[in-house]
């Protein structure tokens, strides 16, 4: 984990020293054992570092604070993402982006590729102002985009079992809050929207994704979307026939790679509250120590971060 190189040739890349950066749900399947993959795997995409020397070409200056974009588009249309847990990254001009200001703090800058998913979901889903939009499941891209979908005028509803994620939300100002495990999702969301279930819901796809409740909290005619935070798809099994019944569209929504730079000017807004997600620091020599646990207890921690012990 001394050095990764994503560019050929360091003549052309730039040289960055890592930072930080945080593991994903990609890894957290990974490391779970619930996916296989091709080894050596490097995980944690998101990433912030330091310019390693001087690239006046690029308008880059030893010690430049960047983000790492993790996203590569082929010819052919598909995306590729790739994992920067590692002490120095030769990397593509393009996937090294300067914070966008400097009122942009680490802890802020390292969600951008999160911002990016969540604000490509917004975007896609077209809220209009009042419409009520389910979430399911708590994460934090899930909150990230909660607080979006209030921004744009939107009226989230945060729908999950897992008691940190729910304090998390209420820490960042989410409202209609519904603790799955205590009462019974369709009559809360029922009680919410003032009897006409939800407008749109939200799934957003992983291993252990349950999408029965995507159609059920849906009104008549509403709209459903899936979206996927990893390259590992997922059967997903729920009864189709309320598709019909109900006369629903699906929609399915895939990374945030067209989206990132879009993503730093929400950074430089601060539009959303990224200040409650950290919950437990590790270092570039201890991240064993974090895929150990992970292993063994996946929903132990909101979000871990990873950060080089120089």
């Known amino acids: 984990m001394t050095e990764t190189e994503s560019h050929p040739d360091e003549t052309t890349g730039i040289k960055v020293r890592i930072a930080a950066c945080l593991p994903t749900v990609s890894d957290y399947n990974v490391f779970t054992g619930k996916v296989s993959t091709q080894f050596p795997y490097k995980p944690c995409a998101p ?70 998913i969540a604000l490509k979901t917004v975007s896609q889903m077209n809220i209009k ?19 979006l979908v209030k921004y744009f005028q939107g009226i989230p509803i945060y729908i999950t079992g897992d008691v940190a994620h729910i304090n998390v939300a209420e820490k960042c100002g989410i409202r ?24 749109k819901t939200l799934l957003f796809c992983d291993i252990n994704t349950t999408p029965h409740r995507l159609l059920s909290l849906l009104k008549d005619n509403g709209n459903a979307y899936i979206v996927a935070t990893t390259q590992e798809l997922f059967p997903l099994e729920t009864d189709i026939s309320l598709i019909a019944k109900k ?36 270092t570039l020599t201890s991240a064993p120590v974090l895929f150990d646990e992970i292993a063994k207890s996946p929903d132990l921690l909101v979000c871990p971060i990873i950060r080089n012990d120089w």
């Open 247 to 282: 006369n629903v569209k699906i929609t399915g929504i895939m990374l945030g790679a067209n989206d990132f730079e879009p993503a730093l000017n929400f950074l430089v807004q601060k539009v959303v509250d990224l200040s409650n997600f950290i919950d437990c620091e590790y």
């Open 176 to 199: 209609n809050i519904i603790n799955e495990r205590e009462e019974e999702v369709l009559t809360s969301v029922a009680n919410v929207s003032g009897g006409r279930l939800a407008d």
């Open 129 to 147: 102002k009042g419409e009520y939009v389910a979430i399911l499941g708590g994460s934090v891209i899930a909150n990230i985009t909660a607080q």
């Open 47 to 116: 990433a912030i570092g330091l310019v390693s020397r001087d690239y006046p070409e690029y308008s880059l200056k030893i010690g430049d604070k960047v983000i790492i974009n993790p996203y590569s588009i082929n010819e052919n249309g598909n995306v590729a993402v790739e994992g920067n847990l590692c002490d120095f990254a030769i990397l593509p001009p393009d996937k090294v982006v300067p914070y966008p200001q400097a009122s942009v703090t680490d802890d802020e800058a390292i969600f951008c590729d999160y911002l990016s």
